[in-house]
């Protein structure tokens, strides 16, 4: 069993260090600590390692916060970087915890029932986007307008069919015009609605989203997120060990596991007012931060560019910050022991294979037990895999959850079974 401890073969093996990238920042105190004051930084990825990057390199080096919540401001010591040009896929921040959660209904719609519907037969593969992704909307849909109808002091019916209940929500909008709209697909990408992605976009988006979760137990945002909470658990079954189809496997791998965590999994609500306060002082700058290109340049600079915008889509940066968790990827991005295992024939990749074509998810070939299979099919039974090593053959198995994909526990049963076997053996 492995943690977040990074894919840093090429580091390891090389001779020189380069000091302009840091490709995993744990810990900050030691890693960050080689980047200047003043000095002009990027960080990819917007995730909490982007957050714990972000405060280590502003809090952390002598500046502080006054004041509480949205009044929060920050009081800098000069040894920050001057600027910060934080970037992802998408462009957005994480969504903020609170303490207490609204009281929401049962799942309605991803049901056992419903999914037997959809899968009658158990060897059958469910196909995410067209099978899983519609009934998970509607989840979310039913809870949202579940308090939002309620902090109205009216009710909706949850045993309406859902087309008649999007009907009652047609309704309640002309009622209540000033009441917000929920939409999937702007939670999903909440600047599809903004002709610019800017700083200044960025900075609004996380105001709104603050406010919202600020509701608390009457927040709507968080009653419809918390549908994913619930949601997982069974989809987990679904998702593990090649339950989806190889194409929509590839497809929620890439673009909606990233979603969901982006939307369940986020900072304590404390630390986003800190990252407003930040904005508020000009050390972010978000002009780059969707999908730009960055490349190393002479001088040891990186040249960052971003081809949607028209003007100034050029910069020349001092130091580049990976605040990802790396994933496995069997050979290519693993650590030195995973690549020798690898190479030995010890371990294979995972491949989920089918009529919709091959994907291989970068993790290993595992049985349900957790032991890997070798190069020939072997069954390496001496052997236990626990964590991030099984992302992509098991889901959400980074958290070492011990309510799902729980290696351990197999692990801990079968080492002491085996220990019996040898004492009884030897007496």
Known sequence: ???????????????????????????????????????????????????DATLSLTEGRGGYFVGECETMQYIPSG???????????????????VGEMPNVPVLRFFTSEKLQEIRKDSSQKFDFLEELLPLIKKEFIYRYYS????????????????????????SFHSKYPSEKQFSFEELQEPFINHEAYNTSIVKQSLEEMIEQVSLRTKSPLLAAISAWHDISPIFNELYSFGGLTARSHQLFDNHYAPFFNRISYGPPLENMYKILALFKVGIFDFTFGQSPTIQKVQNGKWQMENISVELDNRIVLDYHIDARIPRMNIPSQSSI??????????????????????????????????????????????????????????????????????????WAKQAVKSLKNFISTTK
């Not at 840091?22 to 890693?31: G, L, Q, S, W």
């Not at 020939?376 to 991030?388: D, L, R, S």
């Open 337 to 410: 022991l995973y690549k020798n295992l690898f190479e030995e024939g010890k371990i294979r990749a995972f491949q989920n294979t089918d009529d919709t074509g091959r994907y291989e998810t970068g993790g290993m070939d595992l049985t349900r037990e957790a032991h890997p299979i070798d190069k020939a099919g072997n069954v390496i039974k001496n052997m236990t895999v626990y964590g991030t090593p099984t992302e992509g053959v098991t889901f959400d198995n980074d958290t070492l959850s011990r309510s799902r994909n729980d290696f351990s526990s197999i």
């Open 79 to 97: 040894n920050e970087p001057a600027i910060i040009y934080p970037y992802s896929r998408s462009g957005a921040l994480m969504i903020p915890r």
């Open 1 to 51: 069993t492995t943690g977040h401890a990074g894919n840093r073969t090429e580091l390891l093996n090389s001779k020189k260090v380069d000091s302009s990238i840091i490709d995993f920042v744990y810990p900050v105190e030691k890693t960050l600590v080689s980047i200047n004051a003043q000095a002009s930084v990027a960080i990819k990825g917007m995730g909490l390692t982007f957050i």
């Open 147 to 170: 308090l939002a109808f309620k902090n109205c002091g009216k009710k909706l019916n949850g045993s309406l069919e859902f087309a008649e209940m999007l009907e009652e929500i047609k």
